[in-house]
């Protein structure tokens, strides 16, 4: 006897659940300044578009309380985070308290830019695709800075990790 369509899709979705908790991804704060307020958030869906012209896309829900700052800005900030970020990660992924503290300053266009993180880039929102209760955010690099480099802050099956080398080099 074939399962109810709603029973299907309940365990279908928990399996795409496992499947992503199980992609390792790295760890990155998004910023922005909308009417003259910081506002930020942790992802791990932060991926390179092209190199030529240098872009970067990032995905996010729509109920987020950061959407209508990135909706309704021009410029953000992406910070890829390594492993002594971890407190900042949780910061922005847990707390409404994200910017007090000096652990930032306004950087080029205005983008909020955390300090003592691997690398940060600075790009102009060129695209905001929207698709149902989630928005795909592509944006043009316009500055950025490479600190010192350092081990990359993973997120994987609902943790923080550190990555661990192989033997095996490309």
Known sequence: MPQPAAAVEESFSQTFREVFRRHAAGVAILTVNYGGRPYGFTATSVASLSVEPPRFT???????????????????????????????????????????????????????LLKDVPAYLVGRIEVRLSFENNAVVVVDVVDGSLGDEKAPLLYHSGSYVRPHPIEYEI
Not at 76 to 103: I, P
């Open 58 to 112: 990032f995905n996010m829900s729509r109920t987020s309380s950061s959407w209508p700052a990135v909706a309704n800005s021009t410029y953000l900030g992406v910070h890829m985070l390594g492993l002594e970020n971890r407190e900042l990660a949780e910061r922005f992924a847990r707390t409404k308290d994200r910017f007090s503290g000096d652990h930032w300053e306004t950087g080029p266009c205005g983008v909020p």
